[in-house]
């Protein structure tokens, strides 16, 4: 059985940190890219980071760029989002996706195969 497990979230005040950890399972992720979205109340689930199948890749969305920071663990297969400087704005469920495309380094909602089930991340003002 495919699974993606996040953690890490959690309550922040603004200007605060919170490292998200996505470990995997049930298959071999190592040829996988992996990303990061988010979705806030009443809006769409947007995309966040992004790194390809080795790591040497990622992608950012504008609203995190110099914040976050996307990395992988190839040896338990482990996607982590460094997030730095956080925003009330940053405030959502955040997910993290596994592609069967190894050189992808952004992307929308549905050309991710798998999903985990997602943390929520709160920042308070």
């Known amino acids: 059985q495919v699974q993606l497990v996040e953690s890490g979230g959690g309550l922040v005040q603004a200007g605060g940190s919170l490292r998200l950890s996505c470990t995997t399972s049930?298959?071999?992720?190592?040829?996988?890219?992996m990303g990061w979205f988010r979705q806030a109340p009443g809006k769409e689930r947007e995309f966040v980071a992004g790194?390809?199948?080795?790591?040497?890749?990622?992608a950012y969305a504008d609203s995190v760029k110099g914040r976050f920071t996307i990395s992988k663990a190839n040896v338990k297969i482990t996607v982590y989002l460094q997030m730095n400087s956080l925003k009330p704005e940053d405030t959502a469920v955040y997910y993290c996706?596994?592609?069967?495309?190894?050189?992808?380094?952004?992307?929308?909602?549905?050309?991710?195969?798998?999903w985990g089930q997602g943390t929520q991340v709160t920042v308070s003002s």
């Open positions: 790194i390809n199948w080795n790591g040497g890749t990622t």
């Open positions: 996706a596994a592609d069967r495309l190894p050189s992808r380094t952004m992307g929308t909602v549905s050309e991710y195969d798998y």
């Open positions: 049930g298959r071999t992720f190592s040829t996988y890219a």
